[in-house]
């Protein structure tokens, strides 16, 4: 478990980011971090790996202070950041001198997960794409089994068949002990892959329900002609009618817009917020 | 063996690091010793009797080469694109700090040693004169290699203090370190001395004499020696602990 408790953060010389910020991230879900720029999205994710200090609060990941860097802490992190630069050394070198820190790496997950992502173990990491890097990356990560993965925006610079490698990839590697954050501005890309939504607006988390939670409240409707006022929590226009969120009165489980939920959001977050009324809120 | 100090994760940690550093290292170990063959073959071959002179010279560049090895050992660690992989491995701080250092001194000096010895013997031999390693093997040998590591460790802290150009920095801070030292110093001499010395000739003179020679025979090379880089070590173990992206 990932226990962020009365975090309060903030750059030299730049104002309060985190503010007697909570958050709790349980195994065995996957975590969708949303936000836009500058919102803290990046900066949340280096606290939860250790390399951001809080200046007051507690980051404990499994029980591990986060800011102590135990190697017993950090052999169950994989971070995988949006921008990155990779030595010039094969993939078999890089493999072999970084493997022997996971205890539990598996050589057999990495191969596949390289076969998956067509990448020769061969070949020379300076010479590979951006996204052929980031692929790797992420399969180096998943086959590390370390029981937190995050990964900042790791659809950037990949090509559509690799988004749907990614997907399945990481739908099938999640497990009852591990936790994946995923933090991205490209939503769409983590429709279908996702368990639990949680949005930061200047460092505040404005939003932090589950999908199933999300879809037995909320409805995304396509054109809101007929639909009374009253149902209505947010609407936008898309191609001349009005779409939108409206409260999910039937309760009957409905597909989640991520776009559409996640502007909703950002818009107005205490309309989308009221849904949820009577759950208990998740931090 | 600690959770702190793990010699099998130390070693993984320094084979890592050589590995991640070989291309660059080999570039460097191949101009600086392509360098030295040529000044010792023009040296050899010209003037055979300036053989022996070549050892000094190679002795500065081992420092020099040496200081701005030590300096550039935390890069990974300052680059914004690589940082988060070096921060995030799982190896302590003392083990970061140990396999660092382990790399720049001894793995330095056996390397730099070794290719001083080939690099004379060869010279010494185009110059048909094979006497000029005895040079190297002197009695004072392990004092400037001991000098070397004890003015490594100020390099050490420098390559974890500084986020870029650490050995420039490094000489800067050095500099200005040593500037308010002797402006230091010299005020506290004109104090106690006044503008002629005078002081010197009076009243303190033989127990003070006393002092100064107890602190410069004894106090000052304990410092040096020990006090110095251990400290400085100490520092520098902070400062990884510290860092952050």
Redesign the interface.
């Known amino acids: 478990m990932i226990e962020l408790s009365h975090i309060n953060f903030r750059y030299k010389k730049k104002k309060q980011l985190f503010e007697n910020l909570s958050l709790t991230l349980q195994p065995g879900f996957i975590y969708g971090l949303l936000g836009k720029n500058g919102a803290g999205k990046s900066s949340l994710l280096?606290l939860v790996?250790?390399?951001?200090?809080p200046n007051s609060g507690q980051c404990t990941v499994f029980g591990h202070h986060a800011a102590a860097?135990?190697?017993?802490m950090?052999?169950d992190?994989?971070?995988i950041?949006e921008?990155?630069?990779l030595?010039?050394?094969s993939l078999a070198?890089f493999v072999k001198?970084?493997s022997?820190?996971?205890t539990r790496f598996s050589q057999n997950q990495l191969n596949a997960y390289l076969a998956e992502f067509e990448l020769s173990d061969d070949a020379k990491l300076s010479t590979l794409s951006y996204g052929q890097k980031k692929k790797f990356l992420i399969a180096f990560g998943l086959a590390t089994n370390a029981r937190v993965l995050i990964l900042d925006e790791p659809t950037n610079g990949l090509d559509i068949p690799s988004k749907s490698q990614f997907r399945k990839i990481m739908a099938a590697s999640l497990d009852e002990d591990k936790i994946i954050i995923i933090s991205t501005h490209q939503v769409r890309d983590l429709e279908n892959l996702i368990d639990n939504i949680v949005v930061l607006e200047q460092g505040n988390i404005i939003f932090n329900y589950s999908i199933a939670h999300i879809s037995e409240r909320l409805a995304f409707e396509y054109n809101l002609a007929g639909v009374p006022d009253e149902e209505i929590l947010y609407t936008e226009e898309l191609q001349g009618r009005k779409a939108g969120i409206v409260k999910n009165i039937a309760g009957v489980d409905s597909r989640v817009d991520m776009e559409l939920l996640f502007n909703g959001i950002v818009k107005n977050a205490p309309a989308i917020n009221e849904a949820f009324a009577n759950l208990k809120y998740e931090y | 063996m600690t959770t702190e100090l793990n010699l099998t994760r130390l070693g993984h940690f320094i084979k890592r690091q050589l590995y991640m550093n070989l291309s660059a290292m080999w570039v460097a170990i191949a101009a600086v010793t392509g360098i030295l063959l040529v000044v010792s073959g023009f040296v050899a071959y010209f003037n055979p009797d300036d053989v022996r002179n070549l050892i000094p010279f190679y002795l500065v560049v081992f420092f020099l080469g040496g200081y701005i090895f030590t300096s550039m050992i935390f890069n990974e660690m300052h680059s914004p694109q690589k940082s988060y992989a070096f921060l995030t491995l799982p190896v302590s701080t003392a083990e970061k700090l140990v396999g660092a250092w382990v790399i720049v001194a001894p793995v330095y000096l056996i390397t730099a040693v070794a290719s001083m010895f080939i690099l004379g013997a060869a010279s010494s031999w185009v110059a048909g004169e094979p006497v000029a390693l005895p040079g190297l093997l002197g009695k004072n040998a392990f004092k400037i290699l001991g000098i070397f590591l004890v003015c490594q460790t100020i390099f050490f802290l420098g390559a974890t203090a500084f986020k870029g150009n650490n050995f420039l920095k490094t000489l800067l801070a050095l500099f200005v370190f040593f500037t308010l030292w002797a402006m230091y110093t010299g005020g506290v001499g004109y104090i106690l001395f006044g503008a002629n010395g005078s002081g010197v000739n009076h009243g303190f003179s033989h127990e003070f004499k006393n002092l100064m020679e107890a602190f410069v025979k004894h106090i000052l090379p304990f410092l040096f020696w020990f006090v110095l880089p251990l400290y400085l070590l100490v520092v520098s173990y902070f400062k990884l602990k510290e860092r952050q992206v």
């Open positions: 280096k790996s250790g390399l951001l200090y860097r135990k190697p017993a950090l052999q992190i994989y971070m950041p921008e990155f630069e030595p010039p050394v070198t001198i970084n022997v820190f996971y």
